[in-house]
DNA sequence: ATGGTTGAGGTTCAA
């Protein structure tokens, strides 16, 4: 049985409620991963999801970041944020493990990587220090060896081929040097970028600004990320970017990423 | 063109 795992930056659940339900319904992901939900977890449209067949996590705050997990098996170890996060309250991490039929397990995380603002506002090292603590992680979690999806808005393009102009935009908040290294280091301690993986060539963003008509041009990063662990990689079928999610009315800036594996 | 748009929540900040 395949099992379709993805990822989208929602810009708001609550804004984005019925646009998720009925992506929900016609797409109908096993795991879905949500950024930037922007909801205190009492005030989570739970029910609503719920009633589509999902398990839902969340871990959000008021007005700013927040992410969820959804899925249709059983979710256990929840984990509600990096490693040394002592000082961090921002809600930008949520990792479990989901229990498949047939006794198999599939760990996943939903992760929301500072934005970084601009390369010279404090915000851009502490978005360094976030991907830092991310790696740390995942190097700790990969001699688990389990099949684990690490899905999320990395906030960082890490190669040319992934922003719609990389000359003009080398140096640029979200890619700049110092963070496509940091996402690299991520990639080299032996995680695959599903996209990449399953679309060597391609030319395709999963995020557009909502200004100046940079849809319309397409004119987008690449920053939105399925990473997965060897055993992961190891079962990967096929994965893509939903970029008719983008086009529809009160679209949220970002487009759902989606990867399949077998078994 | 330091503009442009969206969301939350409050008379601006973050993206």
Redesign the pocket.
């Known amino acids: 049985m395949p099992l379709v795992i993805a990822t989208w930056n929602v810009?708001?659940i609550?804004?984005?409620l019925e646009l998720l339900l009925g992506w929900l319904r016609e797409t109908a992901p096993d795991i879905a991963l949500l950024q930037?939900t922007?909801?205190t977890d009492d005030n989570f449209p739970r029910m609503e999801i719920e009633d589509l067949g999902y398990n839902l996590l969340t871990h959000g705050q008021?007005?700013?970041?927040g992410v969820a997990i959804l899925s249709r098996f059983p979710l256990e170890e929840a984990r509600r944020a990096l490693p040394d996060s002592e000082g961090d309250d921002q809600a930008r991490y949520l990792e479990a493990v989901a229990s498949l039929p047939g006794g198999r397990a599939v760990r996943v995380a939903s992760v929301y990587v500072?934005?970084?603002?601009d390369v010279a506002s404090e915000?851009f090292p502490y978005k360094l220090r976030f991907l830092e603590r991310l790696r740390a992680h995942l190097q700790a979690l990969r001699v688990l060896e389990e099949t684990t999806v690490i899905g999320g808005d990395y906030n960082v393009a890490p190669y040319a081929d992934d922003v719609y102009d990389p000359v003009h935009l080398d140096g640029a908040v979200c890619y700049h040097p110092l963070e496509r290294e940091r996402l690299r280091a991520v990639l080299h301690q032996g995680y695959y970028d599903a996209y990449r993986l399953s679309q060597p060539d391609a030319h395709e963003y999963s995020w557009w600004d909502?200004?100046?008509g940079a849809f319309q041009r397409d004119q987008g990063f690449r920053i939105d990320h399925l990473l997965l662990s060897p055993q992961a990689a190891d079962r990967l079928v096929s994965a893509h970017i939903d970029k008719t999610l983008r086009a529809l009315d009160?679209a949220s800036?970002h487009a759902p990423v989606l990867c399949t594996l077998d078994g």
Do not use: C, L
Not at 114 to 117: A, D, F, R, T
């Open positions: 810009n708001s609550r804004a984005r930037e922007k909801v008021k007005t700013y970041n500072p934005n970084g603002q915000k909502y200004r100046a009160k800036d």
